[in-house]
């Protein structure tokens, strides 16, 4: 599903913010990507997604490869790939209904399939009661739900979560990976990149600990790997 072939950034100053990775990640698989700031976490997760271009090295997606791949594809190429951030990135103004439904409305989804569809997701996500709330009504954990759920609604291949519970109380942050492991047993590719040591070695996955760009360990169904 994923794969990077000896993949490298670099920015103007300064070394590589990855430098030269390959990784392969099989579809349906559960990675925890591990490491301290600037380890080159993110730039992976912006690569995937094609908001940054490699310096070197090959990508592919899907069968897809990323580094060819022209301007106008791109849009259709992240409708397959649901995100999840730290921050929510919830719409203020939309109720959890409506921000979920805005994810469909993007693709141009039916509006039949937009009103079966959501409340089906807000369901799977446990807000089914509350998709009338606004964001500001709900907690950290809730939040959360509503961005899952907006970002599982299009049914993606591929889940990439960038410091999902970063924001979140022990007790949220594990029910938020809980719902994200769900997902993954569905048949989703998922990614999740955290500090959260608690968490990765509870759920007893596949641990990839970066380190100055690189990779330096990968460990099938393993704890926390220590720096």
């Known amino acids: 599903m994923i794969d990077l072939d000896r993949v490298s950034k670099q920015y103007e100053k300064g070394q590589p913010a990855v430098d030269e990775i390959s990784l392969h ?3 349906g698989e559960f990675v925890f990507v591990v490491g301290d700031s600037g380890s080159g976490k993110s730039t992976m997760i912006r690569l995937l997604l094609k908001e940054l271009e ?5 990508i592919t997606v899907g069968g897809r490869v990323l580094n060819t791949m022209r301007r106008r ?11 999840v951030f730290q921050d929510f990135r919830l719409l203020e103004e939309m109720n959890v209904y409506e921000n979920v439904a805005f ?5 141009e989804a039916p509006g039949r399939l937009i009103k079966k569809r959501v409340p089906q997701v807000l ?9 009338k709330s606004l964001p500001r009504e709900l907690s950290g954990g809730e939040q959360q739900r509503v961005a899952i759920a907006r970002a599982i609604v299009n049914q993606p291949k591929i889940l990439l979560a960038d410091e999902p519970t970063g924001n ?22 998922v990614l999740v990149v955290t500090h959260n040591k608690e968490l990765v070695d509870q759920f007893k996955k ?3 600990m970066m ?10 169904e393993g704890g926390y790997i220590e720096a």
């Open 25 to 27: 990640v099989d579809q």
């Open 54 to 58: 490699p310096t070197s090295g090959i």
């Open 73 to 83: 594809q791109i849009p259709k190429y992240r409708r397959g790939i649901g995100v």
């Open 103 to 107: 994810a469909m409305h993007a693709v």
């Open 123 to 131: 369901h799977e996500v446990g807000l089914a009661e509350k998709y």
């Open 168 to 189: 979140l109380d022990p007790h949220n942050a594990f029910e938020i990976m809980k719902l994200i492991d769900e997902i993954n047993h569905q048949g989703t590719t």
């Open 206 to 208: 596949r641990v990839i």
């Open 211 to 220: 380190r100055r760009g690189t990779i330096a360990r990968d460990v099938e």
